[in-house]
C-alpha cells in the first residue's frame, strides 16, 4: 500500500506561479512511476507530467517550457513547479503513483488540490 499526500494548490493570477508537493509513504519502494494529473470541470482526467524511477520525465505538450517536475527520493516527495500560469491550467490536481509488488501493478491516487488560475 502506498499512501500520497499533495499540498500546494490555490488562487493565483494568470502568469504566476504555483508549486505542487506530494509525499509518499507506505511501501514506497515499489514505486515505479510517480507523478500529477489534473481533471478540469466538464473534463477527462488528464496526465500532466511524470517522473520515474531513473529520473525520466514525461509532460503533456500543452505543459511543456512550463511545468518542471522532480523527486526527493530521500524525502519521498514529487514536486510539481508550474510557472507562466494559465486561466486553462484550472483543475483538481491529483498525485499519481504507479506500483509494481512481486508483478502486480497498481495505482494509487491522492485527494487532490484545487488549482485556480485567474485572468
Known amino acids: 500500500q502506498v499512501q500520497l499526500v499533495e499540498s500546494g494548490g490555490g488562487l493565483v493570477q494568470a502568469g504566476g506561479s504555483l508549486r505542487l508537493s506530494c509525499t509518499a509513504s507506505?511501501?514506497?519502494?515499489?514505486?515505479?512511476?510517480i507523478g500529477w494529473y489534473r481533471q478540469a470541470p466538464g473534463k477527462q482526467r488528464e496526465l500532466v507530467a511524470t517522473?520515474?524511477?531513473?529520473?525520466?520525465?514525461r509532460y503533456v505538450i500543452s505543459v511543456k517550457g512550463r511545468f518542471t517536475i522532480s523527486r526527493d527520493n530521500a524525502k519521498n516527495t514529487v514536486y510539481l513547479q508550474m510557472n507562466s500560469l494559465l486561466p486553462e491550467d484550472t483543475a483538481v490536481y491529483y498525485c499519481?503513483?504507479?506500483?509494481?509488488?512481486?508483478?502486480?501493478?497498481?495505482?494509487?491516487w491522492g485527494q487532490g488540490t484545487q488549482v485556480t488560475v485567474s485572468s
Open positions: 499519481n503513483a504507479e506500483t509494481i509488488l512481486y508483478g502486480v501493478p497498481t495505482a494509487y
Open positions: 517522473i520515474g524511477k531513473g529520473g525520466s520525465t
Open positions: 507506505g511501501s514506497t519502494f515499489s514505486i515505479n512511476v
